[in-house]
């Protein structure tokens, strides 16, 4: 079992930057693989980014790449997200998941992650 608590969301102005964490409970942090996910008012869920269980490999939607960037650290079984060059559009309850990372994993997909954060709200004011 997992538990995973989001914090660092607010209300920031367009151009500025956020960082999110997420501290998770439990023993095997490391076995792992952590994603993003964010849903807008109206929208599903989607992806935002996702790393591997080392950080070696990581993953980002498109329309973040160049302006968010994940991190972990497994010592302190907690993973992050920086988010810089905010724009109104990422306004969104931003979710931390988990999943076991045994190889083949597919990071963008929701179906593969087994423990889900509350969320944080990140607001994003013009």
């Known amino acids: 079992q997992v538990q995973l608590v989001e914090s660092g969301g607010g209300l920031v102005q367009a151009g500025g930057s956020l960082r999110l964490s997420c501290a998770a409970s439990?023993?095997?942090?490391?076995?792992?693989?952590m994603g993003w996910f964010r849903q807008a008012p109206g929208k599903e869920r989607e992806f935002v980014a996702a790393?591997?269980?080392?950080?070696?490999?990581?993953f980002y939607a498109d329309s973040v790449k160049g302006r968010f960037t994940i991190s972990r650290d497994n010592a302190k079984n907690t993973v992050y997200l920086q988010m810089n060059s905010l724009k109104t559009e990422v306004t969104a309850v931003y979710y931390c998941?988990?999943?076991?990372?045994?190889?083949?994993?597919?990071?963008?997909?929701?179906?593969?992650?087994?423990?889900w954060g509350q969320g944080t709200q990140v607001t994003v004011s013009s």
């Open positions: 790393a591997s269980r080392s950080a070696i490999s990581t």
């Open positions: 439990g023993r095997t942090f490391s076995s792992y693989a």
């Open positions: 998941a988990a999943a076991r990372d045994a190889g083949g994993l597919e990071f963008w997909a929701r179906y593969e992650y087994e423990y």
